[in-house]
């Protein structure tokens, strides 16, 4: 069975420029945990919804006892106060960020006449769940795993 018998063609795109806030819409709307990011017609990288969550990281903090001295008594609280406002800033600013400083690229694609079999093998070989599939390099549909467990099941 080939990959174009099965994939999905009315791919939801956006392109680099485009804000993070965009791209979350967009996967919220259409139920999606992926979008292709295209420009000039190319596939020039992958957003996901894991990659929109990575933005909002916080990193832990050191769990080590310290004891503070007289002047880390008055400095502490203005420190914490300092680095609460830069995350409060860092997390209004998520949503402008635009898909070129997050979407995964290079991009894992497949061509339509591709094998199932070979487009499953790619995306376990690569740990991925969805794969573009492009024809004459032009993004012409995409991949999920369930569209794959849906062509397996169709071919036995």
Do not use: Y
Request: hydrophobic residues 45%.
């Amino acid at each position: 069975m080939q990959i174009k018998e099965i994939m999905t063609t009315n791919v939801i795109s956006c392109s680099p420029d485009e804000p993070v806030k965009h791209a979350a819409q967009l996967l919220r709307e259409h139920k999606i945990s992926g979008i292709p990011v295209v420009e000039d017609g190319k596939v020039v990288g992958m957003v996901t919804g894991s990659d929109i969550l990575r933005l909002l990281e916080v990193p832990e903090k050191d769990s080590h006892l310290w004891l503070p001295s007289p002047f880390e008594i008055i400095e502490v609280p203005l420190r914490e106060l300092i680095s609460w406002e830069e995350a409060k800033h860092a997390l209004e600013d998520v949503g402008a960020k635009s898909l070129a400083d997050v979407m995964s690229s290079p991009v894992v694609t497949a061509n339509a006449s591709d094998s199932l079999e070979t487009v499953a093998s790619r995306m376990v070989k690569h740990n991925i769940n969805r794969v573009p599939i492009l024809e004459n390099g032009e993004l012409v549909g995409i991949v999920t795993r369930q569209d794959i467990m849906a062509g397996l099941a169709l071919s036995a």
